[in-house]
Nanobody, 124 residues
Framework: QVQLLESGGGLVQPGGSLRLSCTASGFTLQYYAIGWFRQAPGKEREGVSCIDSSDGSTYYADSVKGRFTISRDNAKNTVYLQMNSLNSDDTGVYYC?????????????????WGQGTQVTVSS
C-alpha cells in the first residue's frame, strides 16, 4: 500500500525554524518527484517546493525562496523541507505529494499520491 507520512509540524514563534519530513512506505521516493504543499484556513492548497527525481532540480514558490530548502535522503526514503525565518503567512497544513516529475508550476494536479498533512502554526 502506497503511503506518505508527514511529520515535524508544530507551533513556532515568528522568525523560528522547523524541519518537515516526508517518509514513504510501499514505494521508493527516489523514483518520484516530491512536492510540498500547504493550505491555510479558507484558502486553496498551494505549492511550496518540489524536487525532481532524476537530476535533483528544485523549485520554490516566490513566497518561500531564500527561506525554505527541500532535500532528499534516498537511504532513508525521506524528503525534508527545512523552513527558516517563519512568519504568520506560513501557517497552514503542510502536505507532501509524489508524482512523475517536478516543475516550476508546483501544480496540485501534477501529483498522484498525498500524505495526510502536518500542522504548522507560526504565532507568538
Amino acid at each position: 500500500q502506497v503511503q506518505l507520512l508527514e511529520s515535524g509540524g508544530g507551533l513556532v514563534q515568528p522568525g523560528g525554524s522547523l524541519r518537515l519530513s516526508c517518509t514513504a512506505s510501499g514505494f521508493t521516493l527516489q523514483y518520484y518527484a516530491i512536492g510540498w504543499f500547504r493550505q491555510a484556513p479558507g484558502k486553496e492548497r498551494e505549492g511550496v517546493s518540489c524536487i525532481d527525481s532524476s537530476d535533483g532540480s528544485t523549485y520554490y514558490a516566490d513566497s518561500v525562496k531564500g527561506r525554505f530548502t527541500i532535500s532528499r535522503d534516498n537511504a532513508k526514503n525521506t524528503v525534508y523541507l527545512q523552513m527558516n525565518s517563519l512568519n504568520s503567512d506560513d501557517t497552514g497544513v503542510y502536505y507532501c505529494a509524489a508524482g512523475p516529475w517536478a516543475t516550476s508550476e508546483l501544480g496540485v494536479d501534477e501529483y498522484d499520491y498525498w500524505g495526510q498533512g502536518t500542522q504548522v502554526t507560526v504565532s507568538s
